[in-house]
């Protein structure tokens, strides 16, 4: 099939066809549960949301990319507004089938499988780590941009850091071209690359709203939803002491070091209720106060919960929040895994939590859908 004479002019299509190509090089079409899809925005698509003829013919050269050469399927957003364009958060869904087409129109020939460049990649390096190379050669680490061969030579670089005492954070921005985030959740890894490297803990930080009057603790997963209950939205989150920690999950077994966290105050009742807010936060012993976790209503929002009761046995998934949630999931107003870009989510199994594991589980996986916290307005 010949390519569309158009396509060279056509930047924003030609970047939306390399990056499903992307998506298969990093993962063979036969290994996505569901085929890659992106959401229409302003982020991926800038000309089709300034509302005039040249938006209307970007559209256009979508539909015929679905119609006329069936590279694509576009799926339409049923809640869109009247007064919204037909475009407004549409999925645009890759047909696997046309991937051969795709790479004959770009010049994008399949690549060395990505596992086999990585494995060759960490097999030539490993002189160079005075520990064991078996974990990183067991799973590519991937930075856009870049190739096998770059990443683990970011990786010899860190023996030159010796013994500066640097955070995951810091090692990994001056290792891989400054960026910050490469070594999140590997520190494993770096130990067994580099037994001897020593590792700053990153100080974990805590947002808490402390009210004049304190009648529970409410421990929330998102921060627009934080922010919302500050503001009296929802209503049941009066006189709460409210919490948010970005990453709640990952960070939750240093939650209460003194040394691995850094605790931020707010609210009017910050002045009295600090010191026994601090004195009962820093002993691990059991909370005062009812305490409770509210986050999106899906697998890792009860993953959160499974982990944040490790440190918090007192913890219970917070009913209001969760059982107006669940009256839009029963409804059938959730949302598919792959619709959320959530397919990869694991079902944590049990919490410990009677309403987590009794009520809010099983209709997740009676209903196969998903509810953000977010939905929660009034």
């Known amino acids: 099939m010949d390519t569309p004479r158009w396509l060279e002019d056509e930047r924003e299509i030609l970047e939306l066809l390399h990056a499903f190509l992307d998506k298969l090089d990093r993962k063979p079409a036969g290994e996505w549960k569901h085929p890659p899809a992106v959401t229409v925005s302003q982020t991926h698509f800038p000309r089709l949301f300034q509302f005039g003829q040249d938006a209307d013919s970007a559209w256009g050269l979508l539909r015929v990319l679905e119609q006329d050469f069936r590279v694509l399927t576009i799926k339409l957003d049923r809640k869109r507004g009247p007064y919204e364009p037909e475009y407004a958060r549409a999925r645009l869904v890759l047909n696997p089938a046309m991937e051969d087409t795709l790479r004959n129109w770009l010049a994008r020939p399949r690549e060395t499988p990505l596992l086999r460049q990585w494995r060759e990649a960490v097999e030539r390096a490993q002189h160079h780590f005075p520990g064991d190379s078996t974990r990183l050669k067991a799973r590519p680490i991937l930075v856009p941009g870049k190739s096998a061969e770059d990443i683990v030579k970011g990786f010899i670089s ?10 995951l ?28 490297l020593v590792i700053k803990p990153r100080k974990i930080l805590v947002n808490v709203y402390l009210p004049e009057t304190v ?22 989150a009066a006189n709460m002491a409210l919490v948010y920690c970005s990453g709640f999950r990952g960070s939750a077994q240093r939650i209460r070091d003194r040394a691995g966290v850094s605790l931020h105050f707010q609210g009017e009742g910050y002045g009295h209720w600090r010191e026994r807010w601090e004195q009962w936060w820093l002993s691990n012993d059991a909370s005062p106060w009812p305490t409770y ?12 919960l499974k982990v944040l009761r490790q440190r918090f046995p007192e913890m219970h998934a917070w009913p209001p929040g969760y059982h107006d949630m669940l009256h839009h999931l029963l409804e059938g107003r959730g949302h598919s895994p792959w619709m959320g870009d959530k397919e990869e989510q694991i079902d944590p199994g049990m919490t410990g939590c009677p309403l987590a594991d009794n009520v809010l589980l099983p209709a997740i996986r009676e209903q196969k859908l998903f509810v953000d916290q977010e939905i929660i307005i009034e």
Do not use: C
């Open 158 to 167: 860190i023996a030159g850091i010796g013994r500066n005492e640097l955070n």
């Open 169 to 196: 954070r810091q090692i990994s921005a001056l290792s891989f071209w400054g960026h910050s985030k490469v070594l999140d959740n590997r520190e494993d890894l770096l130990t067994a690359l580099y037994p001897n």
């Open 215 to 236: 009648t529970g603790v409410l421990f929330i997963e998102n921060q627009d939803s934080y922010t919302s209950a500050i503001e009296g939205v929802p209503a049941a």
């Open 293 to 304: 976790f509210w986050g999106d209503l899906d697998y890792s929002g009860m993953a959160i």
